[in-house]
C-alpha cells in the first residue's frame, strides 16, 4: 500500500477546497434548511460551519501556532458542544459564516503551505489524547473537513426525507 500521508502542500489546497464544496451546495440551500436541526442536540448545517471555524482557531491552525512557538507545549481542549450553543450560529446568515470561514482557510493555507519536514514532527501534548504532532493534525484537519461536510449533507438529505413520500423506497433506508 502506498503511503497515505498527505503532504503540507496537499492539505493546502485541500483546506480552501472544504470552503469551496460548502459554497457550492450551500448557496442552493434554502436558510430555513441551514438552520433546521435532524434531531435535538443534533447541529443545523449553521452550527457545523461554526464548529470548523472553532476547529480551526482551536484544534488546527491555533494549535499548529502553538506547537510550532514552543518545545513540547501543553494544549488545551475545549468544550466542542458549549462553543457551540455560545456561538448561536442558526440566526446568522449562511453568507457571513462562509465569508469567515474563507479567511481563516486563506490563512490556515498559507500556514500550512509554509511547513517544513522538521515542523511536522514538532509535538504538543494534550490532555485527553496525548502526544500530537503537527502532521498528525494535519492529517486530522483533511478527515475532520470531510466528516463535516458529509454531515451538513446529510441534514439536508434529512430534511427532505418525509416528503419524499413512497420515493423512499428507492432508498432502501
Request: charged share 25%; glycine share 8%.
Amino acid at each position: 500500500m502506498a503511503d497515505p500521508t498527505l503532504t503540507p502542500a496537499e492539505v493546502a489546497r485541500l483546506l480552501p477546497a472544504t470552503v469551496a464544496v460548502f459554497r457550492a451546495e450551500l448557496a442552493a440551500v434554502p436558510e430555513r434548511v441551514l438552520a433546521w436541526h435532524p434531531a435535538p442536540g443534533e447541529w443545523c448545517v449553521k452550527e457545523v460551519l461554526g464548529h470548523l471555524l472553532e476547529a480551526d482557531r482551536r484544534g488546527f491552525a491555533g494549535r499548529i501556532r502553538i506547537i510550532l512557538g514552543a518545545d513540547t507545549p501543553a494544549l488545551e481542549g475545549w468544550d466542542v458542544v458549549a462553543v457551540a450553543a455560545a456561538r448561536q450560529d442558526c440566526g446568522k446568515p449562511v453568507a457571513g459564516l462562509l465569508e469567515e470561514l474563507a479567511a481563516l482557510r486563506a490563512d490556515a493555507a498559507t500556514l500550512v503551505g509554509r511547513l517544513l519536514a522538521a515542523d511536522l514532527e514538532r509535538a504538543g501534548r494534550h490532555p485527553t489524547v496525548g502526544l500530537l504532532r503537527v502532521g498528525d493534525l494535519l492529517q486530522e484537519w483533511v478527515h475532520h473537513d470531510r466528516n463535516h461536510i458529509r454531515q451538513a449533507l446529510a441534514n439536508v438529505q434529512a430534511y427532505v426525507w418525509p416528503a419524499m413520500g413512497n420515493a423512499q423506497k428507492f432508498s432502501g433506508e
